[in-house]
């Protein structure tokens, strides 16, 4: 080549002295081990995901869960379809799990203090210790929480043979509802709910979508009654508390009555309904003593606005009333309970939305009383108290500090602890056998009377730590001391238990029987109650006070602790990085504590956002962060369960403060449960200042088109038509100024892909179009989806000073606007939330940014974003509407974090990521995918079965966990697929799409008020 | 005679630079990467732990590809065979020669022991790329079309096909089928 060097040349040369390390052919930079099987399990197909049935044990519901393991190793949890209560959904709490398998600070094996430092032995020298001091001990106390009916009925045996005193200690315990249960209708239960069928629900505070008892049970049932119906009916839900918690900002309307006034406005409205018919029985003279103008003062709420609450209970069928939760639980809690159940007795609802016969939990349930663990406290504090087991609690921290707990515990000469992870409790014991994580452990739940799910373990117990069930240390140690039954391990024992239940059932095959249970993860047997279709009321065998209780305390501001909706009581959860760092549902505030305060009283105090404030009550002090929030009344400030952690492990000490500090143990005088809601606070403003981790962008909506709602009267009336247009026309307008000229289309699926849009686009005809719908009038904002989605895409999570700096990386976010919400009187409640998550617009402005085409619009209608492929410039974020586009500034997916403070992902918990979806480094753009590896399996899945994908085959992380089924996900090119008609529903709308015209492919369905909505923005 | 010149110094400018990057670019690479040269076996080692001939089994025996690599028609994976599957026949199979006898030997003393045999990965695509066996084997798609005529090979050490992204597509592109990124990136 005498005329010089051509082109291809010299690229052939540079790609050959780049070839040398390429002789491998492959990106083996290192020497990787294919390691086999010696003798495989016939159950397990590398590569292929292996189910189990369990139910979750994070709190007392017991919803039914599947769990996916890949060769032997748990990498994520479902709902089980099968199951009555989740019917396939979960909650955070139960997402968050994973975690708590995998928690790094678990206890590595037993151990024992010695010289003041726990040290490890042995299980055989552990046991040998426990039996000695068992046998040496004339008596203890073996405080334990909830535990299925198997393992209560074991730990009872045992205890029963070697002299123990049992105390369930629940820190959220429903005492004064079983009470006002057993006075009312003569059953100490706690009645189960239907809400689902209640044309009408008023609550006094139940907090039923965020705990209390039954969240995925009551999410679905809210949503089924609330949501709009088929034929045009939609559910009324008015929540009558001081305080809105995320249940409460779901309401229509809210009656913001004064603290310790609720079973006053309920006997008002008893008063209203019964009007002089003698339905209340023995109560009908307190009830007629009880007019709502009689209340209307004390309540701070008008008369009128109680009538017509209660006028609301009987219009339109069954309603269903509910008490307070947790954080309304005041001195005369039992009273107010007791004033619900007659006000639902009088409006009927008895039977029919809340039945006593089959009540929640089972005849298994027990509770002790807060009265018995303070018995129990000053027994120790006797110093003469030789032992105590603890085993699912953690009364060092729950408990008050004012019960005195820590100081008796000290004093009891050897302290046994049950605990998993090192916690408050067991940071003061002698002895540590450690427990195993549910998921790897037998068992059994009731969640309902007569109706059980067997909870087997999905995994080997997690190798790098030496742990053991509970029921296998009792029973070794009970062999040991020469009592009990003789057998071998819980596993046995536990399936003693249901051979003879089910003997008792008339079960000839056992192992059918058994193996079924385990397939499906439920039992049903035959109840075990007494049927009863009339209850009646009963007089009452104990002095009631209705009247508003006692508040310690000077001033006029009231203290409300209330359980997190993130970690419930937070006393064994909180070493978790993602609920850490899920935006609490209602500040949007993550890792840190706040306090919840109204407008007015922060102005008169001179408070604003973040300002630390100094919370002093008779019985101690504490310093948090200010948080001003509207859906609370001016005399309540709030404070969340869950912070204040001291030893519960690296993610979860440190963080914020433990509000059980600032109230005293008290026991309320009919059930003997704990007073929550007791003390007023006196506020003082320090001089410092907390930036407290908020997502929140804006709360207010700022006339943007971004949750419209339409009122039910108008959405009656209207038309069929899908319409797409918000009614402002910015884009007509722009094309009125020139130069701008959009692609006018209606937003159906048979115009996409948009001409000029289609670059890139090389697919086939038969391909599949994916959207999304969400029903915002479904949506509960409980931001269980944004727990799934992290779980399910191995989404990191930063760490504090990220998300002040806003860098969360949530793939979706709840965001929550308020529109109209008065803490001065009674009146309609309307705050929006919003699932926000990569559109997927079919005109997306991220995809023509990209230099190196690492995002661009798959053929089936997905925007998709090739990690490998990325460069980080961060131009497709930056030109994002929606700002759902995340950026991994650091690498927060390493053993160690490149900073401290910063996400990371210590061993084992790198055993939770999900080997579907590639884990990401820094300097890559993440987004939302549509769950494209799960849109990708299945259609692996159908190519290999009969080559049709069914709308059943694809659900995404987030549509699957959704209690309230408020995503829809599909194919929209289908037309009988449920997401091609629900996009054209005229409610449909599609998020600031007339401004930007991005076309995107989830639509959402406009909230349905029972108000008109004045403002102008929207 | 100045152009030639002018190229030939610049395609050694390249060559040189070339290299130099190449020197530097590895020391950044992961904690437990070597860095390699055009000399690539100065220090990693695929040696097998145990000297398995493809040769025999697939090729005199004519044992079919998925009786070991069992999972290749359901799942994304191949599968490796499980140390039940050699013992099957090595039970009874000792050997016809020392050398195999030894290795026999060892196959035999790691399921005594309980224990998998460590085979070293020679196939393999990037982390970020998700590649299911199961729908080229449902697609017809010969295992010798990428893993090369396996029978051939005394002992697999180089992967004579490139295995590339390029290489992919090209194949993906002859048989008209789905090609977008996603189908294997996400």
Same mark, same amino acid.
Request: hydrophobic share 35%; with cysteine; aromatic share 8%.
């Given at each position: 080549?005498?005329?010089g060097?051509k082109?291809?040349?010299f690229?052939?040369?540079?790609?050959?002295?780049?070839?040398?390390?390429?002789?491998?052919?492959?990106?083996?930079?290192?020497?990787e081990?294919?390691m086999?099987?010696?003798?495989?399990?016939?159950?397990?197909?590398p590569?292929?995901?292996?189910?189990?049935?369990?139910?979750?044990?994070?709190?007392?519901?017991?919803?039914?869960?599947?769990?996916?393991?890949q060769?032997g190793?748990?990498?994520?949890?479902?709902?089980?379809?099968?199951?009555?209560?989740?019917?396939g959904?979960?909650?955070?709490?139960?997402?968050?799990s994973?975690?708590?398998?995998y928690?790094?600070?678990?206890?590595?094996?037993?151990?024992?203090r010695?010289?003041?430092?726990?040290?490890?032995?042995?299980?055989v020298?552990?046991?040998e210790?426990?039996a000695?001091?068992?046998?040496?001990?004339?008596?203890?106390y073996?405080i334990?929480?909830?535990?299925?009916?198997?393992l209560?009925?074991?730990?009872?045996?045992?205890?029963?043979?070697?002299?123990?005193?049992?105390?369930?200690?629940?820190?959220?315990?429903?005492?004064p509802?079983?009470?006002?249960?057993r006075?009312? *209708?003569?059953?100490d239960?706690v009645?189960?709910?239907?809400?689902?069928?209640a044309?009408?629900?008023?609550?006094?505070?139940?907090?039923?979508?965020?705990?209390?008892l039954?969240?995925?049970r009551?999410?679905?049932?809210?949503?089924?009654?609330?949501?709009?119906g088929?034929?045009?009916?939609?559910?009324r839900?008015?929540f009558?508390?001081?305080?809105?918690?995320l249940?409460?900002?779901?309401a229509?309307?809210?009656l913001?009555?004064?603290?310790?006034?609720e079973?006053?406005?309920?006997l008002?409205?008893?008063?209203?309904?019964?009007g002089?018919?003698?339905?209340?029985?023995?109560?009908?003279?307190?009830?007629?003593?009880?007019?709502?103008?009689?209340v209307?003062?004390?309540?701070?709420?008008?008369?009128?606005?109680?009538?017509?609450a209660?006028?609301?209970l009987?219009?339109d069928?069954?309603?269903?009333?509910?008490?307070?939760?947790?954080?309304g639980?005041?001195?005369?809690?039992?009273?107010?309970n007791?004033?619900?159940a007659?006000l639902n007795f009088?409006a009927?609802?008895v039977?029919?939305?809340v039945d006593?016969?089959?009540?929640?939990?089972?005849?298994?349930?027990?509770?002790s009383s807060y009265?018995?663990?303070?018995d129990?406290i000053?027994d120790?504090r006797?110093?003469?108290?030789p032992?105590?087991?603890?085993?699912?609690?953690?009364p060092?921290?729950?408990?008050?500090?004012?019960?005195? *707990?820590?100081?008796?515990?000290g004093?009891?000469?050897?302290?046994?602890?049950?605990?998993?992870?090192m916690?408050?409790?067991?940071?003061m014991a002698?002895?540590?056998?450690?427990?195993?994580?549910?998921?790897?452990?037998w068992?059994d739940?009731?969640?309902?009377?007569?109706?059980?799910s067997?909870?087997?373990?999905?995994?080997q117990?997690?190798p790098?730590?030496?742990?053991?069930?509970?029921?296998?240390v009792?029973l070794s140690?009970?062999e040991n001391?020469g009592?009990?039954?003789g057998?071998?391990?819980?596993?046995?024992?536990?399936?003693?238990?249901?051979?003879?239940?089910?003997?008792?059932?008339?079960?000839?095959?056992?192992?059918h *029987?058994?193996r079924e249970?385990?397939?499906?993860?439920?039992?049903?047997?035959?109840s075990?109650s007494?049927?009863?279709?009339?209850?009646a009321?009963?007089?009452?065998?104990?002095?009631?006070?209705f009247?508003?209780p006692?508040?310690?305390?000077?001033?006029?501001?009231?203290?409300?602790?209330?359980?997190?909706a993130?970690?419930?009581?937070?006393?064994?959860?909180?070493?978790r990085?993602w609920?850490?760092?899920?935006?609490?549902?209602?500040s949007?505030?993550?890792?840190h504590?706040?306090?919840?305060?109204h407008?007015?009283?922060a102005e008169?105090l001179?408070?604003?956002?973040?300002?630390?404030?100094?919370?002093?009550?008779?019985?101690g002090a504490?310093?948090?962060?200010a948080w001003i929030?509207?859906g609370i009344?001016q005399?309540v400030?709030?404070?969340?369960?869950?912070?204040?952690?001291?030893?519960?492990?690296?993610?979860?000490?440190g963080?914020?403060?433990n509000?059980?500090?600032?109230?005293?143990?008290?026991?309320?005088?009919?059930?003997?449960?704990?007073?929550?809601?007791?003390?007023?606070?006196a506020?003082?403003?320090?001089d410092?200042?907390?930036q407290?981790?908020?997502?929140?962008?804006?709360?207010v909506?700022?006339?943007?088109p971004?949750?419209p709602?339409?009122?039910l009267?108008?959405?009656?009336?209207g038309?069929?038509e899908h319409s797409?247009?918000?009614?402002?026309g910015?884009?007509?307008?722009?094309?009125g100024?020139?130069?701008?000229?959009?692609i006018?289309t209606?937003?159906?699926p048979?115009?996409f892909?948009?001409d000029?849009?289609?670059h890139?686009?090389?697919?086939?005809?038969?391909?599949?179009r994916?959207?999304?719908?969400?029903?915002?009038?479904?949506?509960?904002g409980?931001?269980?989806?944004?727990?799934?989605?992290?779980?399910?895409?191995?989404?990191p999570w930063?760490g504090?000073?990220?998300v002040?700096m806003?860098?969360?990386?949530g793939?979706?976010r709840?965001?929550?606007?308020?529109?109209?919400?008065?803490?001065?009187q009674a009146?309609?409640v309307?705050?929006?939330?919003?699932?926000?998550?990569?559109?997927?617009c079919?005109n997306?402005?991220c995809?023509?940014?990209?230099?190196?085409?690492?995002?661009?619009?798959?053929?089936?209608?997905l925007?998709?974003q090739?990690?490998?492929?990325c460069?980080?410039?961060?131009?497709?974020?930056?030109?994002?509407?929606?700002?759902?586009?995340?950026f991994n500034?650091?690498?927060?997916t390493?053993?160690?974090?490149?900073?401290?403070g910063l996400?990371?992902?210590p061993e084992?918990?790198?055993?939770?990521?999900?080997?579907?979806?590639t884990?990401?480094?820094?300097?890559?753009?993440?987004?939302?995918?549509?769950?494209?590896?799960?849109?990708?399996?299945?259609?692996?899945?159908?190519?290999?079965?009969?080559?049709?994908?069914?709308?059943?085959d694809?659900?995404?992380?987030c549509?699957?966990?959704?209690?309230?089924?408020?995503?829809?996900?599909?194919?929209?090119?289908?037309p009988?697929?449920?997401?091609?008609?629900?996009?054209?529903?005229q409610?449909s709308?599609?998020?600031l799409?007339?401004?930007?015209?991005?076309?995107p492919?989830?639509s959402?369905?406009?909230?349905?008020?029972f108000?008109e909505?004045?403002?102008?923005?929207h | 005679m100045?152009?030639?010149?002018?190229?030939?110094?610049t395609i050694?400018f390249?060559?040189?630079l070339g290299?130099?990057?190449?020197?530097?670019?590895?020391?950044?690479?992961?904690d437990?990467?070597?860095?390699?040269s055009?000399?690539?076996?100065?220090?990693?080692?695929?040696?097998?732990?145990?000297?398995?001939?493809?040769?025999?089994?697939?090729?005199?025996?004519?044992?079919d590809?998925?009786?070991c690599?069992?999972?290749?028609e359901r799942?994304?994976?191949?599968?490796?065979?499980?140390?039940?599957?050699?013992m099957?026949?090595?039970?009874?199979?000792?050997?016809?020669?020392?050398v195999?006898?030894?290795?026999?030997?060892k196959?035999?003393?790691?399921?005594?022991?309980k224990?998998p045999?460590?085979w070293?990965?020679?196939?393999?695509?990037?982390?970020?790329v998700h590649?299911?066996?199961?729908?080229?084997?449902?697609?017809?798609?010969?295992?010798?079309?990428?893993?090369?005529e396996?029978?051939?090979?005394?002992?697999?050490?180089?992967?004579?096909?490139?295995?590339?992204?390029?290489?992919?597509?090209s194949?993906h592109?002859?048989?008209n089928?789905?090609?977008?990124?996603?189908v294997?990136?996400?």
């Amino acid at each position: 080549m005498n005329d010089g060097l051509k082109r291809r040349d010299f690229l052939k040369v540079v790609g050959a002295s780049g070839a040398g390390a390429g002789v491998l052919g492959c990106s083996t930079e290192k020497v990787e081990n294919l390691m086999p099987y010696v003798t495989p399990p016939e159950e397990i197909t590398p590569g292929v995901a292996t189910w189990y049935s369990t139910v979750c044990g994070e709190c007392e519901a017991g919803c039914g869960m599947w769990v996916r393991t890949q060769e032997g190793r748990v990498v994520k949890v479902e709902g089980n379809p099968n199951d009555p209560v989740s019917k396939g959904a979960l909650c955070s709490k139960g997402h968050s799990s994973l975690q708590g398998l995998y928690n790094p600070d678990r206890f590595k094996g037993p151990m024992i203090r010695e010289g003041g430092q726990l040290k490890p032995i042995s299980w055989v020298e552990a046991e040998e210790v426990l039996a000695g001091h068992l046998e040496r001990a004339d008596n203890y106390y073996l405080i334990t929480g909830s535990t299925g009916p198997s393992l209560t009925g074991l730990v009872d045996s045992f205890a029963g043979d070697t002299g123990g005193k049992i105390l369930n200690y629940n820190p959220l315990d429903h005492g004064p509802l079983r009470e006002a249960s057993r006075i009312v *209708f003569g059953r100490d239960v706690v009645p189960w709910y239907d809400l689902g069928s209640a044309k009408c629900i008023i609550s006094f505070g139940a907090d039923f979508l965020d705990g209390w008892l039954s969240p995925l049970r009551d999410s679905r049932g809210f949503s089924k009654m609330s949501a709009v119906g088929e034929g045009g009916f939609k559910g009324r839900f008015v929540f009558a508390a001081p305080r809105l918690s995320l249940t409460g900002q779901n309401a229509d309307e809210w009656l913001p009555i004064a603290p310790g006034t609720e079973a006053l406005v309920a006997l008002a409205m008893a008063n209203v309904i019964s009007g002089g018919t003698a339905e209340a029985g023995p109560y009908q003279e307190i009830v007629d003593a009880h007019s709502p103008e009689d209340v209307a003062a004390k309540a701070g709420v008008s008369a009128e606005s109680i009538r017509r609450a209660a006028n609301h209970l009987v219009e339109d069928g069954p309603s269903l009333v509910l008490g307070p939760g947790i954080e309304g639980q005041h001195r005369n809690s039992t009273a107010v309970n007791v004033a619900v159940a007659i006000l639902n007795f009088v409006a009927g609802n008895v039977g029919k939305t809340v039945d006593y016969s089959s009540p929640q939990f089972g005849a298994s349930s027990r509770s002790s009383s807060y009265e018995s663990m303070q018995d129990a406290i000053g027994d120790m504090r006797t110093g003469e108290v030789p032992l105590v087991l603890v085993h699912a609690a953690n009364p060092a921290y729950a408990l008050p500090s004012t019960s005195g *707990f820590k100081e008796a515990f000290g004093q009891v000469s050897f302290k046994v602890s049950f605990a998993s992870a090192m916690d408050e409790t067991a940071a003061m014991a002698d002895l540590i056998l450690p427990d195993r994580h549910f998921l790897e452990s037998w068992g059994d739940s009731s969640w309902r009377s007569g109706r059980f799910s067997i909870q087997q373990p999905a995994m080997q117990p997690v190798p790098h730590f030496d742990s053991k069930q509970v029921g296998d240390v009792l029973l070794s140690v009970a062999e040991n001391m020469g009592v009990g039954s003789g057998n071998q391990s819980f596993y046995e024992w536990l399936r003693l238990q249901w051979q003879s239940k089910a003997a008792t059932e008339g079960v000839s095959d056992f192992e059918h *029987f058994w193996r079924e249970g385990l397939r499906t993860g439920v039992i049903d047997t035959e109840s075990e109650s007494e049927s009863s279709s009339s209850e009646a009321l009963r007089e009452t065998d104990r002095a009631l006070v209705f009247d508003s209780p006692e508040f310690d305390g000077e001033g006029d501001l009231h203290l409300m602790v209330y359980p997190s909706a993130r970690f419930g009581d937070g006393s064994m959860n909180a070493n978790r990085p993602w609920l850490q760092e899920l935006a609490d549902p209602v500040s949007k505030i993550a890792w840190h504590s706040w306090v919840e305060m109204h407008p007015d009283r922060a102005e008169s105090l001179g408070v604003q956002n973040g300002d630390v404030l100094t919370l002093s009550t008779d019985y101690g002090a504490l310093e948090v962060p200010a948080w001003i929030y509207p859906g609370i009344r001016q005399d309540v400030i709030a404070l969340a369960m869950g912070g204040g952690h001291t030893e519960a492990g690296r993610f979860a000490n440190g963080n914020g403060v433990n509000p059980m500090d600032l109230i005293p143990a008290e026991v309320e005088a009919l059930s003997g449960g704990l007073v929550h809601f007791i003390t007023k606070v006196a506020v003082t403003p320090t001089d410092d200042r907390y930036q407290l981790a908020s997502i929140a962008g804006s709360d207010v909506q700022s006339n943007r088109p971004i949750t419209p709602v339409v009122s039910l009267e108008e959405w009656t009336r209207g038309t069929t038509e899908h319409s797409d247009e918000g009614g402002h026309g910015p884009l007509k307008e722009l094309q009125g100024i020139g130069g701008f000229v959009p692609i006018e289309t209606e937003g159906l699926p048979e115009n996409f892909p948009l001409d000029g849009s289609k670059h890139g686009e090389y697919g086939k005809e038969d391909e599949p179009r994916w959207a999304m719908a969400i029903d915002l009038d479904k949506c509960t904002g409980c931001s269980a989806c944004v727990t799934a989605c992290q779980s399910e895409n191995n989404v990191p999570w930063v760490g504090e000073s990220q998300v002040a700096m806003g860098r969360d990386m949530g793939w979706i976010r709840m965001e929550r606007y308020y529109e109209a919400v008065d803490a001065t009187q009674a009146g309609p409640v309307d705050i929006r939330f919003l699932p926000m998550l990569c559109q997927h617009c079919n005109n997306a402005p991220c995809e023509p940014v990209c230099p190196v085409f690492a995002t661009y619009h798959t053929p089936d209608g997905l925007n998709a974003q090739i990690y490998n492929r990325c460069v980080g410039t961060r131009y497709c974020a930056n030109n994002c509407p929606y700002k759902v586009r995340v950026f991994n500034w650091y690498t927060f997916t390493d053993e160690e974090p490149v900073r401290e403070g910063l996400g990371h992902i210590p061993e084992p918990l790198n055993w939770q990521l999900n080997p579907d979806v590639t884990v990401r480094e820094n300097g890559v753009m993440e987004k939302c995918s549509f769950c494209v590896h799960r849109i990708r399996n299945a259609q692996n899945r159908a190519a290999l079965e009969d080559g049709v994908l069914a709308e059943t085959d694809v659900v995404t992380a987030c549509q699957q966990t959704c209690a309230a089924e408020a995503i829809v996900f599909g194919n929209i090119k289908d037309p009988n697929s449920k997401i091609s008609r629900i996009s054209k529903d005229q409610r449909s709308y599609r998020v600031l799409n007339e401004i930007t015209n991005t076309q995107p492919a989830v639509s959402y369905l406009k909230k349905v008020t029972f108000h008109e909505v004045v403002s102008e923005g929207h | 005679m100045t152009k030639r010149w002018i190229g030939r110094l610049t395609i050694g400018f390249v060559i040189i630079l070339g290299c130099l990057a190449l020197v530097f670019s590895q020391e950044n690479g992961e904690d437990d990467s070597v860095s390699s040269s055009a000399e690539s076996s100065t220090v990693l080692d695929f040696t097998q732990p145990i000297a398995f001939p493809h040769t025999i089994h697939a090729g005199v025996d004519q044992i079919d590809c998925q009786y070991c690599h069992f999972s290749a028609e359901r799942s994304v994976d191949a599968g490796i065979p499980p140390v039940s599957t050699c013992m099957g026949c090595h039970m009874v199979i000792g050997g016809s020669d020392e050398v195999q006898q030894a290795e026999i030997q060892k196959v035999r003393d790691y399921w005594a022991a309980k224990e998998p045999i460590p085979w070293v990965r020679i196939y393999k695509v990037a982390d970020h790329v998700h590649f299911p066996h199961m729908r080229h084997v449902a697609a017809n798609v010969d295992c010798t079309t990428c893993h090369g005529e396996v029978k051939e090979f005394e002992v697999i050490e180089t992967v004579n096909q490139p295995l590339s992204m390029g290489w992919c597509v090209s194949c993906h592109v002859e048989q008209n089928v789905r090609r977008d990124c996603t189908v294997c990136h996400y």
